[in-house]
């Protein structure tokens, strides 16, 4: 059996955001195992490719994807994580973005078996910028 390089689980990670920002469908069943498991930054868990797949399609009539840049990758055998910026627009006008982290795991064959996201945000400070004593942003965190 050919050994996966990582050159080819880099285009396949690309052809997956690329997926997002072009909103179609360029081979989800390529690339994810039937039984996947997939868990988005904020909470949602998708138990199979086909949840993955209506995912995918039921988002794409609510908003887009207007960036998703790949900063970069690190491997370790079986294990990908690629470092990201994410940017979407909602239909009702809602603008999300963030930075993040995708933890992939990967089979012989060089399907994604496993996929966790991690978002962080942009706004971040210095709660010890002006005083010992740390003063917070008064609003809501939010958990990517």
Not at 39 to 52: F, Q
Not at 95 to 114: R, V, Y
Not at 124 to 136: I, L, R, T
Request: one cysteine or more; hydrophobic letters at 40%.
């Amino acid at each position: 059996m050919e050994v996966p390089t990582v050159n080819q689980r880099e285009a396949i990670i690309q052809l997956w955001f690329n997926m997002w920002l072009q909103q179609k469908d360029l081979g989800i069943d390529d690339i994810f195992t039937k039984d996947v498991v997939y868990i988005e930054s904020w909470s949602p868990k998708y138990e199979n490719r086909a949840t993955v797949k209506h995912w995918f399609e039921e988002w794409n009539t609510r908003g887009k994807v207007l960036v998703w840049n790949i900063k970069q990758y690190f491997h370790k055998e079986n294990q990908t994580i690629v470092e990201w910026y994410f940017k979407n627009e909602m239909n009702n006008g809602a603008i999300e973005e963030f930075d993040g982290m995708s933890l992939i795991e990967w089979t012989a064959e060089n399907k994604i078996k496993f996929l966790k996201e991690f978002g962080c945000n942009l706004n971040n400070y210095n709660p010890y910028q002006n005083s010992a004593v740390p003063k917070f942003k008064n609003e809501r965190a939010n958990w990517f």
